[in-house]
């Protein structure tokens, strides 16, 4: 069997970026040699230092009736390749392709380009559903100028390939977004119970969501800090977490405003109940989450004392 990868997406959406990007890996510096197909050509060319560096032949299809099976099994009786990539043309239909028999798709990936994706997604959404069908991968690239839709943008691929891993990127690389739907609790109950991981979820999406939580009620189980520094009535209730190794810990957590604050203990454990509120604390130099506590009653410390985040 010839193991095959499909790149898929409309013109200029990145798919020799992606391509240059892979064959420029040391991962990919491997024994044989590779046949990368083209059917269309974009503003960015193949450098030839990198296709010889990467032992990588190329030869175009420009014509969708060209891209056949007979024409596939002469390109490989010509190459001998070990390995097929097909950067494969966004307007040519999907559901139209067909390979040798013998060539198995290990693994198939769309790029799209996130600043056009509503307009082919409104116009074009039939030949775009082909190719995201069967896609494992779904990259949306240049997301700079269009962050706030990133939610739909992610809802509307689900809705064709519900199994798709889905990324975006930005200038800066690969954005770390935490949607909505992605999270382990209903924000419309009418108290989040927050267990281990959705603690360590919640207080990293309220550092860049806090809209979401803002004036809804929590309940988790947490270690009582009490810095000096605070003024009477607030403590902190939080939960250690470790990042990486034993070696990276940190603690956790958001002030909270409690009448009874004097009366705990430095590290006991508490079960909090509390009101999120929008509000300026100093320490955070600024507006951010401050704890406004309904309920604080102690409680046993919980089997996995330490969060995870690996």
Not at 208 to 217: I, N, P, Q
Request: net charge negative; with cysteine.
């Amino acid at each position: 069997m010839k193991p095959v990868y499909i790149i898929n997406g409309f013109l200029e959406s990145g798919k020799t970026e992606f391509i240059t990007f892979t064959l420029n890996q040391p991962y990919f510096q491997i024994k044989g040699k590779t046949l990368l197909i083209v059917c269309e050509e974009g503003e960015n060319e193949y450098d030839e230092a990198l296709l010889l560096k990467s032992r990588t032949v190329l030869e175009t299809i420009e014509e969708e009736q060209d891209f056949n099976t007979g024409r596939l099994t002469e390109l490989e009786k010509k190459h001998r390749p070990e390995r097929i990539i097909i950067e494969y043309n966004g307007m040519w239909n999907f559901k139209n392709m067909k390979l040798p028999w013998y060539w198995r798709v290990e693994q198939q990936i769309t790029t799209i380009d996130a600043s056009t994706f509503q307009m082919y997604y409104t116009n074009m959404r039939s030949l775009l559903a082909e190719m995201l069908r069967k896609s494992e991968m779904i990259i949306f690239n240049r997301c700079d100028s269009v962050r706030e839709q990133l939610n739909t943008y992610k809802r509307n691929i689900k809705a064709v390939n519900p199994s798709a891993d889905v990324i975006f990127e930005d200038s800066n690389g690969e954005i770390d977004e935490i949607f909505e739907e992605d999270l382990p609790y209903d924000l419309k109950q009418e108290i989040i119970e927050l267990d281990n991981q959705g603690y360590g979820i919640w207080y990293l999406d309220s550092m860049d969501h806090l809209e979401r939580y803002d004036g809804k009620k929590i309940r988790f189980a947490a270690m009582v800090l009490k810095p000096d520094s605070f003024p009477k009535g607030y403590f902190v209730p939080g939960r250690m977490a470790m990042t990486c190794c034993a070696d990276d810990m940190a603690f956790l957590g958001y002030a909270c405003k409690y009448e009874g604050a004097d009366e705990l203990k430095q590290k006991e454990w508490v079960e909090v109940t509390a009101t999120v509120k929008k509000e300026y604390w100093e320490d955070y130099k600024g507006e951010g989450p401050v704890l406004h506590a309904i309920s604080v009653e102690k409680t046993k410390a919980p089997k996995e004392a330490v969060i995870s985040f690996n």
